[in-house]
């Protein structure tokens, strides 16, 4: 899997919008971009992901560069629930058994 | 619906003694994983079930480490003799992957912290 890049923390304001970035120029045709995060003493928790379209859920929004070199997770309107470390992963998606491997991430802290 | 659940919670055992742990995937994954994260690490990956296949267990750290799935679900991940280095959160994830055009988009449960004394 290509490797990734990311801010090692970051701030954010309640109820406004979180934009984390995520470096990988390395990124291979076939793989996509993935983002979990983790909440304290919790499992990691699925996002969303993508492969060269901007993306969109009721969780966050993903936004690609048309390189596919970086790409943006957005956070429309942060909660303090939100505060978690987020991990950008590259990887294929379609084949089974292709484990999971999380990075540093970055520690976001949503402050009132 | 029903996400991937995970037994029990917690777990506190002697050294030497033997553990189970229980994860019973989403309704109708075919994949189901096995990682474990010590404190303040990543995921460290232990074994990988995918349908009727043979399982990869080539992140199993020892013979003492085992899982089964009986009947392409529920799935047991059992530590013999246990050590204190085996203390860890052991986190169970499924996906649909080889199902029809299911992708490998892994799903968490909340894991099992296990604290060997």
């Known amino acids: 899997d290509a490797k990734t890049t990311q801010p090692t923390s970051m701030d954010c304001a309640e109820g406004r919008a979180a934009n984390l970035p995520c470096n990988h120029s390395?990124?291979?045709?076939?793989?996509?971009v993935y983002w979990y995060r983790q909440i304290h003493s919790q499992g990691p928790q699925y996002i969303i992901h993508g492969l060269k379209n901007n993306e969109t859920n009721e969780m966050a929004s993903l936004i690609i560069t048309e390189d596919r070199k970086s790409s943006t997770l957005i956070l429309p309107h942060a909660t303090l629930r939100d505060t978690a470390v987020y991990y950008c992963i590259v990887r294929v998606s379609k084949a089974a058994g292709n484990k999971l491997t999380f990075g540093g991430g970055t520690r976001v802290l949503v402050k009132p | 619906g029903a996400g991937v659940s995970q037994s029990p919670s917690n777990k506190v055992t002697e050294k030497g003694k033997d553990v189970e742990l229980r994860c019973d995937p989403i309704?109708?994954?075919?994949?189901l994983y096995w990682y474990r994260q010590s404190l303040g690490q990543g995921l460290e990956f232990l074994i990988y079930f995918q349908g009727n296949s043979a399982p990869d267990k080539s992140g199993l750290p020892s013979d003492r480490f085992s899982a089964e799935r009986t009947g392409g679900s529920v799935s047991t991940l059992t530590i013999q003799r246990t050590q204190q280095e085996d203390s860890a959160v052991y986190l169970c994830?499924?996906?649909?992957?080889?199902?029809?055009?299911?992708?490998?988009?892994?799903?968490f449960g909340p894991g099992t912290r296990l604290t060997v004394l």
């Open positions: 390395t990124i291979s045709g076939n793989e996509y």
């Open positions: 994830a499924s996906s649909l992957a080889g199902r029809g055009s299911g992708t490998d988009t892994q799903y």
């Open positions: 309704s109708g994954h075919t994949a």
